[in-house]
């Protein structure tokens, strides 16, 4: 139980396409590479021909290790994905697209009763090889499939077991590719098409990299199905409410991507005019932290007139600070990864914009920093509000009892970081910019409320056991 418990994560980027015509494996590579920042460790692709599927799957980067594999990868159906780093030990067996018996599957997302679905398949006899929520998908949806032969009827029986977020691409040995989304609409999916090829993308530039239109997003709760005679969507369960996940806008989703109609540029340039509008401070520059920040701080500086400065610049071969397990190597990384630039900070009244807190400990350092550098004033800003809970549907943010907001008020954080402002966006701030109605939006991370029941208990148990220190969000399964 400790094996799966402890490294289960699943930040993933998703894509699959099936053109009538032509071998399709360049538009996976191109799409991947563009989804390349939703996941480093692994990537994969797996194609149909002639009933017989084709599969590789590689660790690291798609352009390094991927690349000289694709001419082994023919057909016209094909999926892709890259798989987010994990701080425990990793292995192949949870590289994506899975296959099994006739069907390929890779998936964006986090089921929250993982655990219990796992249990309960183990006691039916499934033989479980891998440590993720693709393998049970795939295999839970398979036999589903196989009892009814209908992909609208097993997407509904699937639904009806697994809970939380999952965007999925999938082919079929019968030469069918299968677009679905959680019936909350929690990770991104969107679709696209070029003449008669049809694409599906976590996020739209992936289609603007292979020439293709957005036409929209996949709907929650629906499946797609395209064929070389093309697609077909059918609502296979009906929600009344959605729950698209705010940090998708905030950091994680390209800034050139679109998500549920809305331009991620656009929303992050809002959320900086919403805390000029939020604060009145005076700083003399504002800076951004790369890369993701840059759009808010223009935003900032629109409002303000205040000039907005690279003060610090990022070492852009150092990646991950923030998933590295231990707090130690994560402060030295953060020496490696950003440089501050003197001429711009030296004297100055600094006002350093991030996208988000979430333990602390890059604020803390950046300030540190900052300061060494001969600020005369240190301003922190986050576009995200304080991140008091966990996210049980595939965000690896981190445990509750890490999560610098969970147990700090805003002052007490201030003090912890060594701030001589703190700034976090509002509730009501991210919501305007993100221009989506609040009851569309998955905001658990900061309000503790989940749409999902499952989610919600784990949340009370994990609080109730706050103690275990480093309680991660699988194992108060045995809790709850
Ligand atoms: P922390 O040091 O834990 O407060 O992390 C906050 C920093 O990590 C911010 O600069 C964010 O841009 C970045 N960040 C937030 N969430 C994630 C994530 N899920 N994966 C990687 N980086 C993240």
């Given at each position: 139980m400790e094996f799966y418990e402890r490294e289960k994560k699943d930040s993933c980027g998703v894509f699959g396409v099936c053109n009538p015509k032509h071998d399709i494996v360049h538009n996976i590579y191109n799409g991947l590479v563009s989804l390349q920042h939703r996941g480093q460790e692994s990537a994969g692709i797996s194609t149909v021909k002639n009933r017989r599927i084709y599969s590789k799957r590689v660790w690291g980067l798609v352009s390094q290790n991927l690349k000289p594999k694709l001419w082994r990868l023919p057909g016209h159906i094909g999926i892709g994905h890259v798989r987010y780093s994990t701080t425990?030990?990793?292995?192949?067996?949870?590289?994506?697209?899975?296959?099994?018996?006739?069907?390929?599957?890779?998936?964006?997302?986090?089921?929250?009763?993982?655990?219990?679905?796992?249990?309960m398949m183990e006691r039916e006899g499934f033989r479980l090889t891998a440590n993720s929520d693709?393998?049970?998908?795939?295999?839970?949806?398979?036999?589903?499939?196989?009892?009814?032969?209908?992909?609208?009827?097993?997407?509904?029986?699937?639904?009806?077991?697994?809970?939380?977020?999952?965007?999925?691409?999938?082919?079929?040995?019968?030469h069918e590719l299968i677009a679905a989304r959680d019936p909350l609409g929690l990770r991104p999916l969107c679709q696209g098409v070029d003449r008669d090829t049809v694409a599906f993308a976590s996020e739209s530039v992936a289609l603007d990299c292979n020439n293709m239109k957005l036409i929209g997003d996949v709907k929650p709760g629906s499946v797609v199905v395209a064929t070389e005679d093309g697609f077909e969507t059918y609502q296979y369960v009906q929600c009344n409410r959605r729950a698209h996940c705010m940090f998708e806008f905030v950091y994680f989703s390209r800034v050139d991507s679109i998500l549920e109609g809305r331009s991620v540029y656009d929303v992050r340039f809002k959320l900086g005019v919403n805390l000029a509008k939020t604060y009145d401070v005076k700083p003399d520059v504002v800076v951004p932290v790369p890369d993701t920040s840059r759009t808010a701080a223009e935003g900032y500086s629109s409002q303000t007139g205040v000039p907005v400065a690279e003060g610090l610049i990022k070492n852009r071969y150092v990646h991950r600070t923030f998933i590295m397990p231990k707090q130690k190597d994560r402060e030295?990384?953060?020496?490696?990864?950003?440089?501050?630039?003197?001429?711009?900070?030296?004297?100055?009244?600094?006002l350093i914009i991030d996208d988000s807190i979430v333990r602390g400990t890059t604020s803390k350092a950046i300030i540190q920093m900052v300061r060494k550098a001969g600020?005369?004033?240190?301003?922190?800003?986050?576009?995200?509000?304080?991140?008091?809970?966990?996210?049980?549907?595939?965000?690896?943010?981190?445990?509750?009892?890490?999560?610098?907001?969970?147990?700090?008020?805003?002052?007490?954080?201030?003090?912890?970081?060594?701030?001589?402002?703190?700034g976090y966006q509002t509730l009501e701030g991210l919501i305007d910019a993100i221009g989506l109605p609040e009851e569309d939006l998955c905001l658990g991370c900061l309000k503790g409320e989940y749409p999902t029941p499952y989610a919600q208990r784990t949340l009370e148990a994990l609080k109730e056991k706050a103690t275990l220190e480093k309680a991660r969000l699988w194992e108060v399964e045995a809790l709850v």
């Open positions: 425990g030990s990793s292995t192949l067996a949870n590289a994506q697209p899975m296959v099994h018996n006739g069907f390929s599957l890779a998936h964006n997302g986090n089921l929250a009763n993982y655990i219990q679905i796992r249990r693709a393998e049970v998908m795939l295999k839970l949806f398979r036999k589903y499939y196989c009892g009814c032969g209908d992909y609208v009827e097993a997407f509904r029986e699937l639904s009806g077991q697994v809970e939380g977020g999952y965007s999925l691409v999938m082919l079929s040995r019968n030295s990384a953060m020496k490696l990864k950003l440089n501050p630039l003197k001429s711009v900070i030296n004297g100055r009244k600094v600020a005369s004033k240190v301003y922190m800003m986050s576009t995200c509000p304080p991140i008091v809970s966990p996210c049980f549907y595939g965000i690896d943010i981190a445990t509750y009892s890490e999560l610098i907001a969970a147990k700090s008020t805003v002052e007490e954080i201030k003090t912890k970081i060594n701030a001589d402002i703190l």
